[in-house]
């Protein structure tokens, strides 16, 4: 053959994550490469190996329910799992299920172009052979294009600097060490404490406080880990069909905030305080999220609490969010996270009263001062939901690229196709749950109801699959009429993009719930692929 053909595959995954991984495990039978870009497996749990990385649910529901053999035989030491377990966990996975051979590491996919004469995507890899396939699986994850600010005269400081999210793989020496964290969310949160404990001196650059709730994590107990074993194949059921697609270990719905006396509340939160779960936290009432009243209520619970473990009120105040409704960004999670703040070597810089003017050659200077730093984390964030697809470089029918489509919003039909982007599937991609589920049952969710597709679609000889504005349309006010009712528009999250200096303002997220989003897309199914159009293959010459 010739050198200049590229290889034709049935499918193109890209990123071997946890979701790429089971798109590849699924789709066994055909020929399938996946690309990726780091040299491992694993995805968010691969990239994000900073100190204190764990995960905010519990790894006995945190984890593939696709395999009755794994969930049985697989240990988790803790209840919430550190990176290193999760991306041991993905490492056994690729090896049980012979996946390895399948995927190209240290390979990053840096375009994509859809050909309308053959209906086939043509892949481009940084440093590589291109390929084409019929069909691009993108599971490239909602969190995975970093945030680093563009912050004046940062080229000139000389110290060591990293993100957390591109942490070196033997780690950071904190030992004497002046350190700075920009960033207080989930990252900064579980970073802090660690780095505190290390670190001659730390200083924590504050724009937005956040809600966090102790983790309360601790060695896996064999009791229940035989408890989730014994009942995995109904609690797995179960999370299939409700809001989050997790599992609630315990009635945590008490009505409206205000069907409760004050000690009521106070009693009932303190009760949802040491259920460890973020996500559940904010069921506790069915009105938290939909009334700002009742949501101030919760917020003023953890603000109590934050009084009740620092030490000085002034600090207490500057950690205590008041600008945003809690739950309206990401609640966090935490292991000592406030105590930090009564260490002896921890200082709090409140970016609200003394911005960051310029980095330095020694540090960072603020409006009051300059702190010198031989270290900077930035736990800055991403650019999420729709940072990773675009960073594909995505040009679809007509020549018209993803980023020109997105320019104004993040158009898409069930989360899943954007319409002039023929078969190529989004998992996690914005319109869908996403990061208001428990992700990786959800992702086994969404690359079941895709590769069903494909197969169907092979089966049928339909050589192209696009949805339509119309469909987009439709999808986008179903979004918007559901964000309405809630208070997640209030903060500037990356939920709605509001993170990224000119990024489009819209609530990304699917909100109205796993069940219901899983039952929409069964009935497009089941009624023949309503708001997509399947065109067949032209007959060979
Ligand atoms: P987040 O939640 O986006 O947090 C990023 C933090 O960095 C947040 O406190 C930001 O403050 C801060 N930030 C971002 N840019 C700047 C600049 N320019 N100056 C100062 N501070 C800044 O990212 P994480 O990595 O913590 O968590 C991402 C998700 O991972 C999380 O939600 C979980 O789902 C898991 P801001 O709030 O914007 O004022």
Redesign the pocket.
Known sequence: ASSAQPVDHDVVVIGAGFTGMYALHTLRDLDVVCFEAGDGVGGTWYW?RYPGARV?IESMQYSYSFDDDLQQEWRWPEYFSPQADLEAYANHVADRFGLRERIRFSTRVDGLRFDEATDRWHVSVAGGAPVTARSVIAATGA?NAR?V???PGFERYQGEWHH??AWPRDGVDFTGKRVGV????????QSIPVIAAAADHLTV????P?YTLPAFNRPLDEAHEQDWKTNYRQRRAEMRTNTAASYRTSEVNHGSVFDHTPEQQREILEQAWSMRNGLLFLTTFTDTMTSLEANEVVAEFIRQKIRETVTDPVVAERLSPRTYPVGS??I?MDTGYYETFNRPNVELVD?RETP?VAFTEHGIRTADRDHDLDVVVL????D?VTGSFLRLDVTGVDGITLREKWQHRATNYLGLMVAGFPNLFMIHGPGSPG?LSQMISSGEWQVEWVTRLIRELRERGISRIDTTPEAEQGWGAEMDEMAEHTLYQYA???YVG??IPGKPRQFMIYIGGFDRYTSRCEQVAQDGYEGFVLTPARASV
């Open positions: 994000n905010d969190l945030n600010p563009d912050f957390t999210s920009i960033g207080t969310g989930s990252t900064g949160i650059f504050q724009r937005t956040a960004k990401r966090c970016l960051i736990a800055t964030g991403f999420g990061v500037d999250s990356w509001a993170n």
